[in-house]
């Protein structure tokens, strides 16, 4: 049974930080592409950070360059997104996104939800 199961978000001021985890069991975890989404202002979720497999070098979308890190504990299954200097545009839907590397078969979270308010 694949599942990707989302924790760490809720409510949060602006300046603060929330670290988001991505628990996934049922497929082989480090040979997959892992990454972090958020909902955005249209019907496309829009890709936040990704890290590959192996010691790839992790890409980060513009607006959050600096201030976001993924990063991956193969061990535990687990993928972490630290969001530190959290603004208010920030709010949104974060959903976790695997996809194999070799059969580009994909899965995704539930999603949770981080708000970003004073």
């Known amino acids: 049974q694949v599942q990707l199961v989302e924790s760490g978000g809720g409510l949060v001021q602006p300046g603060g930080s929330l670290r988001l985890s991505c628990a996934a069991s049922?497929?082989?975890?480090?040979?997959?592409?892992i990454s972090w989404y958020r909902q955005g202002p249209g019907p496309e979720r829009e890709l936040v950070a990704r890290v590959p497999i192996f010691d790839g070098k992790p890409t980060y979308a513009d607006s959050v360059k600096g201030r976001f890190t993924i990063f991956r504990d193969n061990n535990k299954n687990t993928v972490y997104l630290q969001m530190d200097d959290l603004k208010a545009e920030d709010t949104d839907v974060y959903y976790c996104?695997?996809?194999?590397?070799?059969?580009?078969?994909?899965?995704w979270g539930q999603g949770t939800q981080v708000t970003v308010s004073s």
């Open positions: 049922g497929f082989i975890f480090k040979a997959y592409t």
């Open positions: 996104h695997a996809r194999g590397d070799i059969s580009s078969i994909a899965y």
